[in-house]
């Protein structure tokens, strides 16, 4: 059992650093695209990397707020597919332009979804255990 991973609880601020990474590696591809002029970037590629874009655009911000970060169990998971893709276009970018992108592909997405303890797990364990000790403390006060 001393083996086993036990898991570990994903904080707010945490989640908008993963999100800060990915965003910052699309948006210097996207600097890249617009800079190279290999003939194998072609409107229908640069037109998905668009696509791509423009979809990175909505989720990134759609966990632009503390609370909308707060459910990790549904973010991780995206923000790793994000990162995912984004390794595939920069390797792609770099096979179609014989130039490595200004920010490598990560060499392997952690997946942290897998063992991931959610927050909102805590908070429940947390105020289970703040109620049995008012409860307590009521009870040894009037008997």
């Given at each position: 059992?001393?083996?086993?991973?036990?898991?570990?609880?994903?904080?707010?601020?945490?989640?908008?650093?993963?999100?800060?990474?990915?965003?910052?590696?699309?948006?210097?591809?996207?600097?890249?695209?617009?800079?190279?002029?290999?003939?194998?970037?072609?409107?229908?590629?640069?037109?998905?990397?668009?696509?791509?874009?423009?979809?990175?655009?909505?989720?990134?911000?759609?966990?632009?707020?503390?609370?909308?970060?707060?459910?990790?169990?549904?973010?991780?998971?995206?923000?790793?597919?994000?990162?995912?893709?984004?390794?595939?276009?920069?390797?792609?970018?770099?096979?179609?332009?014989?130039?490595?992108?200004?920010?490598?592909?990560?060499?392997?997405?952690?997946?942290?979804?897998?063992?991931?303890?959610?927050v909102e797990a805590w908070?429940?364990?947390?105020?289970?255990?703040?109620?049995?000790?008012?409860?307590?403390?009521?009870?040894?006060?009037?008997?």
């Open positions: 059992m001393a083996d086993q991973e036990i898991g570990f609880v994903v904080t707010p601020g945490e989640i908008a650093d993963r999100i800060a990474a990915v965003d910052r590696s699309v948006q210097a591809l996207d600097r890249d695209v617009h800079k190279a002029t290999a003939p194998r970037l072609n409107a229908a590629w640069r037109a998905e990397w668009s696509a791509f874009l423009r979809r990175w655009a909505v989720e990134r911000d759609s966990y632009a707020s503390w609370s909308a970060r707060l459910f990790a169990t549904r973010v991780i998971p995206r923000v790793e597919q994000y990162q995912a893709s984004y390794n595939w276009w920069a390797r792609d970018f770099q096979a179609r332009t014989n130039t490595p992108p200004t920010v490598p592909p990560a060499a392997e997405v952690t997946d942290m979804a897998d063992s991931l303890v959610p908070w429940i364990a947390g105020a289970a255990a703040l109620a049995y000790v008012v409860v307590k403390q009521a009870l040894n006060k009037y008997g």
